[in-house]
């Protein structure tokens, strides 16, 4: 279905191409690389730092609670056939409840970077749609389409990346200040 509507859309701009071709006039198509933009502005290199920082931080958190359960293990390895029934139990209770929060943490770790992630794209996004939206009224684009890996050729003379990179990066200048997550 999706493709039908791609395939509709697009033949919608082709014949859109050819009337405005035959009334005398050019329409302008460029493409877009929202992704290339995020990674390339200021403050999208500032904020998917922040990101990362986030990510290694919360590494670290899962390698200490991750090697504090290595440690019970092997403790309980060495001490298991020396353990009455009662301590052996209460070993494996405590283990299978480390095991427990290790997997919750690494649950909540990943939820909380997801999300992170997905409210900076969408800042970034809104941001990017409404340079995009002037530059194409500005410049007299009939269509910018976004690239992405469907597409297996597009002229750079159509790409508009850089340009719509450099406009953000003059309108939302990074701030040395950490972005609010």
């Known amino acids: 279905m999706r493709k039908f509507i791609m395939i509709a859309f697009i033949g919608s701009m082709t014949t859109g191409a050819f009337v405005a071709a035959s009334l005398g006039q050019e329409t302008k198509i460029g493409f877009v690389n929202t992704l290339e933009v995020l990674y390339a502005t200021e403050e999208g290199k500032r904020d998917l730092e922040l990101l990362n920082q986030f990510a290694a931080q919360k590494q670290q958190d899962i390698a200490t609670q991750s090697s504090e359960l290595q440690k019970l293990q092997e ?21 299978a409840d480390k095991e427990r929060e290790l ?10 970077y997801n999300q992170r992630r997905d409210e900076l794209l969408a800042r970034a996004s809104e941001k990017i749609q409404v340079i995009i939206n002037e530059y194409a009224k500005l410049n007299g684009f009939g269509a910018i389409f976004l690239r992405n890996e469907g597409q297996t050729y597009v002229d750079l003379l159509l790409d508009i990346t850089q340009d719509v990179t450099q406009i953000y990066n003059e309108r939302y200048p990074a701030v040395a200040q950490a972005a609010s997550q």
């Open 75 to 95: 403790q309980y390895l060495t001490q298991q056939a020396a353990l009455n029934a009662t301590a052996r139990a209460q070993s494996e209770r405590t283990i």
């Open 103 to 112: 997997q919750r943490l690494q649950e909540d770790i990943e939820l909380e």
